[in-house]
């Protein structure tokens, strides 16, 4: 998975809980990414960063925010978790722009009770 | 909303036989890309094509692109048990800053 890791891997949460998901990256790319992946919508981007503390909305941010504090971790946080936030996250990263290829973490299954 | 949308949504084949799955898109792009994705797991670049390419092979896949049409095709040729998946297309354009917009998928299951 071209040095990316995700934790965790699973998690069961409650409605309102705060949850954060990590990203981890050994190849310094500049650009990454998270998207969700639910039945019939494919894979839809939350957000994306392009750099160290350079972040920007995806498709389906709300609900959902962004911190990249350094190069290698890339963390998404659900302030208040709620049930149709349950999904798989991935994470990509890109050394370049969208025009070139992105790499992909494992995911991470999220359920929110 | 999906910039690409694969067809068909899902394809079953006998081992050997070739796989075919294609993709439409609504706007300029700069490329399209091919993904697969095995059960459980990450997506996997396969094949990029840019905009002013018309047909790419990588071997046993064949991409061709026809921007006028706005589409794209994936051919899997003798296809194996390993190719069961899913197969994602995904386009970057101008328009789309650094983000690649992914369709809903093929699933593919190759029977033996």
């Known amino acids: 998975d071209a040095g990316i890791t995700q934790s965790p891997r699973h998690k069961v949460t409650e409605t309102g809980t705060p949850v954060t998901l990590r990203c981890h990256q050994t190849e310094n790319h500049r650009y990454m990414y998270w998207y969700r992946q639910d039945p019939g919508h494919g894979l839809r981007l939350i957000h994306y960063s392009y750099g160290v503390k350079d972040t920007d909305k995806g498709e389906v941010s709300d609900g959902y925010s962004v911190s990249r504090s350094k190069t290698e971790d890339f963390l998404l946080t659900l302030e208040s978790a709620t049930s149709s936030q349950t999904s798989v996250y991935f994470c990509?990263?890109?050394?370049?722009?969208?025009?070139?290829?992105?790499?992909f973490g494992p995911g991470t299954r999220l359920t929110v009770l | 909303s999906q910039q690409g949308e694969e067809d068909p949504q899902a394809l079953s084949i006998q081992e050997g036989e070739n796989a075919t799955m294609n993709c439409s898109y609504k706007?300029?792009?700069?490329?399209l890309q091919w993904y697969r994705q095995n059960s459980g797991r990450g997506l996997v670049h396969l094949i990029l094509?840019?905009?002013?390419?018309r047909e790419k092979h990588s071997g046993r896949l064949r991409v061709t692109l026809d921007t006028s049409k706005k589409s794209s095709s994936l051919l899997i040729t003798a296809s194996r048990a390993a190719d069961t998946a899913s197969y994602f297309c995904?386009?970057?354009?101008?328009?789309?800053?650094?983000?690649?917009?992914f369709g809903g998928g093929t699933r593919v299951l190759v029977k033996p």
């Open positions: 995904a386009t970057g354009g101008p328009d789309a800053g650094n983000k690649l917009t």
């Open positions: 094509i840019r905009s002013n390419e």
């Open positions: 706007t300029s792009i700069n490329n």
């Open positions: 990509a990263i890109s050394s370049g722009r969208a025009s070139d290829t992105q790499y």
